[in-house]
């Protein structure tokens, strides 16, 4: 960018020229106001010519001075650069540029976060005669896994649901699970042989049809690559296939439960022979049968464009876009016209409250915030008079007033169906004039001397405050917390797992809760069971078999409502408040589906030309 900065620099200097207009100038006038040699300043205006920022007629003759015209502008320049990055990618790039000459360019500035903001929500391009519709939202953070088997954050398992499918689809109105890549299934009178029937002419991104040892692969997978998600297949004993379409899977025990299974994001049906063909870059780039496929996935952009040969209804958007803004995002001013985006808090509502005609689509989040205990390290926090001390001190509802934000309703579980406490209500804890005692004198018995209490999260802002609020409530009782703030990647190593007193996370509760309660319980990325204790892992094993054996829903709901019960009397997390997530939607776009984490579906989605 040297080439830049030194036509930036002698343009300043000439600024009273009018563009296009000739001024007479000498080499040794430009050697001077670029500090260089003649020689150099040569090399220099070669430059500016061949790039078109200049014209150039030199003089003839002794005497005679050349001809300098200036062609653009540095303010063009640099944003049309600036422009060129984001197009390829380079957005953490871009935006730094813009920053770089904030103070010499301010201009440049403003005009390019004009533009920025302009290409977010929906666009149209040509391309050989079509118009093609792109939805183009701005993302926090690089995917660096979208592979179902390993996927973890929202955003990732988000993401890979557009792209790889399951044999069966949970119907939330229903409670039951319908067909998808298979077109039907049934199971023996004792539900340990289940049969599987899969649909003709499903093809995978890569042009390939879907076949039977695709989907013994797939489920053989979670154990051989050290998913996280392995109990899926725990009971499975058998897999044969008797033809091409065809399936019969034989389990070690009765399993009423195995369709709910089957139809989880974790088990998606992904392509043996490609799988095995790229090896560790399927964890980035995974290919399945969805309707949407990932073309690219970097730093910069993740691009999801629609697959022409899905079997089901193929989605309106043509792509959808993702701009990875990063830690730049507030190098730019992101309060832009998306398309849609999110209204975390009253303040942003009350900003942007002359948009009178978009539309606002609220979601109760069921993602549960939440405290993890960590049993198995050696400390305070083995102790349960310590953890009901803990219990007692934070309040959600004092949570919930103080912070405010997105903070909507207090959590006193992860069962979407239970809103009982069971030990403390928050009215008990109001009315308790002796709440400093009873804190104090479960510390005593905990004999807790005033030593540190690691508490580890992620470094996303609302885990930030969650975390220093914590802090603060324990401080007054002469609790010493200590926070440490991680990347996901660091937070989910085994050993900031195991040096943790307590984690700050939220549960996943998705449409099919009883599913998402044994991902909390039995999940090796969960942290609720990365800190209980062997005793209580082998009970909920124990309990979770009986409950698979049960054939009876409303006797399967209480026998998982029993295991939430065992950890509750534990203490083993302590749950604190859950989300609600507002969406400002653009009125010409349509077809709106918000999940249970407060994610869109990008399958429905279609815009109305209102103009």
Known sequence: MYILDDFIRFRTELNHIPLKEPVSISLEQIATLLCCTTRNSKFILQKWIALQWIAWIPGRGRGNRSQ???????????????????????VAEALSLIQKYTITLPKANERFQRWFRGQFGLQWEREQGKRIETLRLPLGEPLAIVDPIHAYLRSECHISQHICETLLRYNKTSGSMEPHLAYHIE???????????LRKGVLFHHGREMLASDVIFSLNRLARENSPYQWLTWEIREMIQHDDRVIEIRLTGPHHLFDRYLGNEHLAIVP????EQVGEDFARMPIGTGPFKLIRNDDGLVILEAFESYFGIRPHLDRVQFINLQTKADEIEMKTTYGMWYEMDEVEQKEESHREDWQRVTSDDWCVQYLSCNQRKSGPITSLSFRRALQLILSPEQMLH??????????????????????????????DLCLSERVHLLLQQSNYQGEAVRLH?????DHVEDCEWIKEQCAMY????????????????PITIEQADFIHDSATIGDDTELSLLEVFLSHNSFVYSHVKDEDRQKIKIAITHLQ???????????????????????????????????????????????????????????????
């Open 68 to 90: 300098l015209s200036f062609l653009a502008e540095p303010d063009e320049l640099v944003i049309s650069h600036a422009q060129q990055m984001i197009y390829s990618g380079q």
């Open 187 to 197: 199971k023996n009178e004792s539900g340990d042989r289940w049969t599987i029937f």
């Open 272 to 275: 043996k022979d490609y799988v």
């Open 402 to 431: 103080e912070l405010g934000g997105a903070r909507h309703e207090i959590a006193t579980c992860f069962a979407s169906w239970r809103r009982d406490s069971l030990f403390l209500e928050e009215s008990e804890r109001q009315s």
């Open 457 to 461: 999260t992620f470094t996303d802002q």
């Open 478 to 493: 002469g609790i010493n917390i200590e926070n440490h703030y991680y990347t996901v990647s660091e937070l989910l190593q």
């Open 549 to 611: 054996s049960l054939s009876s829903g409303v006797d399967r709901r209480k026998a998982i409502t029993k295991i939430e019960q065992m950890l509750q009397q534990q203490i083993a997390y302590l749950p604190l408040y859950r989300n609600r997530i507002g969406l400002v939607v653009d009125p010409r776009l349509r077809g709106i589906r918000v999940n249970r984490q407060g994610h869109v579906d990008y399958r429905t989605l279609w815009y109305k030309d209102m103009s």
